[in-house]
């Protein structure tokens, strides 16, 4: 029986095609002449046995089907969200730190997190868990809420639902065992004392070892009647410090939009009291903004988020969906890690792209820092290369348009501000025009200015109108709306009023940016020393900058503490003359030199003729 095995691997190994034949014949001849075959023919791979052959090659399918099922069990796990004990993480810790611990994303943008919303019965917050989202959201009321059944019961119902076949208790069980982070939503303060208490005793009890974001809407805000009250936010920030106060706060106002009546953004006022009821809390905050509302209201939006490293903005949108071009400037106009975006598709998957896109034109906020324009222009798809270095501002130039022959070869190279001084056309009473060019007969007006920086959308200069009248003032205002409209003015826009500073002017003056084209640097011209911010300026959202005469600056040390002092709120824009420095303000550059990049104010210097 061995030999004739042997002899059947032998000669399938040399004539597969006459193995039957070959079975037939006699065993003594196999037996007898093929000895050193059999011998040879029971050996695989250079020594390998039959037996050693078959338990090789058990072992390798084992170990592949152990790695397919490991493979496979990884999968479903990151699918699900749940996984074994997780690392120590705080509940006021930070989302995207906790994100890229868990490995759901490899670097710290708000973009990256991903969202579910209204998790809250059962079905949903299954289907919840089992997505890929990595952050849920849902809502939570008392059952009966308002009712003579009302229970002390936190439930997870989004209004006008009342009642739930899930309690809070029930879904942070179900949530705990995955790796989402949570985001409660709270529409009135009844059900907040009794979740706040369940959530420390889920920490004490298991660890929740994730963070959790706590959410009202505590201000009233754009198009909404005062009928209808926000939760009352300094009894909510009451009970969260007293409760439980290890998480972050998701503090937003209450929001309608129903264009076109209903269109109107976030104002000053609004961000205000945002500002006074949570200036002072020691979480992490996030400001949910409705994100057709952001853009056209980002002037007090930027300056909000500007007075604290703590606060973060969370982008939502209603049954409407956003532009791609609205979202775009949200993201250009702020730092990554500090804007999240609570996007449905498939608008977020478009937005996604669009923000990934090498080289494309950054939609920047023409009231926004000069020095963030200039020095993006080092790593820039452009062919400009900017002076500007390590964030020094007193590097850049100022360059006087005079006419189009000059603004033209301008462009071609190096990157600073356009300094544009705006007359009357003789010939058209109102119509802005260049000084200097309003009496030939090729006038070059301001349109004509912002058309040509429209078609040069990547040129690296910002634009400084100086302005001597208050109806120049309103039509160049206009000018730069209709622009601003057309998307074709994406960086820095600086106006000031010239001549004479008195309150009254300057009240004008503000009122008319306001009114007409609000998103831009107001420079407030002083001619003497010490200057005198009037009142109006000083509660500005926009950012301000001081124009100071050098030769109007004395020595001392108490000129230089005056500049710092200034320099903590504006930036101040000296114009040098040919003399030599003063001694104080000498030692005043080299003081900004020091802190160059480190504040968010700068000191520019121009000439004279500027």
Known sequence: MDGKEDSE????????????????????????????????????????????????????????????????????????GSSGPLP?????????????QSGDISERDGLLATWYHRANGKEEMNKALASDAMILEADVTLEGYGTANE???????????????????????????????????????????????LLR???????????????????????????????NGTSFLQLVQESFPDV??????????????????????????????????PQKVTLPLHALLARSGWQHISWLLSQSSRFSLTLWQGSTHPTVSDLLFVRDNSHPARVYYDIYEPTLSQFKQAASQQGRLRRFYPGGDLMDFLCQVQDSHTNHQSTVTQHNSLEVQWFT???????????????????????????????????????SSEALTLQDVLQVLGQ???????????????????????????????EELYRPVWISMEGSQSEDSTNEFVSAVE?????????????????????TATGLSQRVAVHLNKASLPEGQEVINHLTRLIERYDLLVEEDTRPSAGAFTAFKALMTERRGRTNTNLYVTSAQS
């Open 248 to 281: 972050t706060l998701s503090l937003g106002w209450k929001v309608a939009y129903a264009p076109p009546l209903f269109n109107q953004t976030y104002t000053r006022h609004m961000v205000e009291e945002m500002f006074d009821m949570i200036k002072d809390v």
């Open 515 to 535: 009114r007409l084209f609000p998103y831009v640097t107001l420079v407030l011209t002083e001619q003497n020393w010490p200057p005198v911010i009037p009142a």
């Open 456 to 486: 040069r959308a990547d040129v690296p200069w910002g634009l400084h109108l100086r302005i001597p009248t208050l109806q120049l003032l309103e039509a160049s205002l206009r000018l730069l709306h209709s622009a601003y409209s057309r």
């Open 401 to 439: 348009v005079t006419e189009r022959t000059s603004l033209l070869a301008q462009l071609s190279d190096g990157a600073g501000m356009l300094v544009v001084h705006v007359a009357s056309d003789s010939n058209q009473p109102g119509v802005p025009v260049l000084e200097g060019s309003e009496k």
């Open 9 to 80: 691997r032998a000669e399938r190994n040399g004539r597969g095609t006459e193995e039957k034949r070959n079975r037939t014949g006699p065993q003594s001849n196999i037996h007898g002449s093929h000895s050193g075959q059999k011998r040879q023919a029971g050996l695989y791979l250079g020594g390998l046995t039959k037996n050693q052959l078959i338990m090789i090659s058990v072992a390798v399918g084992l170990v592949l089907l152990i790695i397919i099922i490991t493979v496979a069990a990884v999968m479903l796990t990151k699918k699900s």
């Open 88 to 100: 120590s993480f705080p509940t006021g810790g930070d989302m995207l730190d906790y994100l890229i």
């Open 151 to 197: 229970k002390p019961i936190p439930i997870m119902a989004h209004p006008p639902d009342i009642y739930s076949d899930n309690t809070l208790d029930q879904w942070l069980d179900a949530v705990l065992a995955s790796r989402k982070g949570i985001k409660l939503d709270f529409k009135s303060l009844g059900s907040v004392g009794l979740s706040l208490d």
């Open 201 to 231: 005793q889920k920490n004490g009890s298991r660890e929740i070892n994730r963070p959790v974001w706590l959410n009202a809407d505590i201000i009233q805000g754009p198009n909404v009647p005062d009928f209808v009250p926000p939760v």
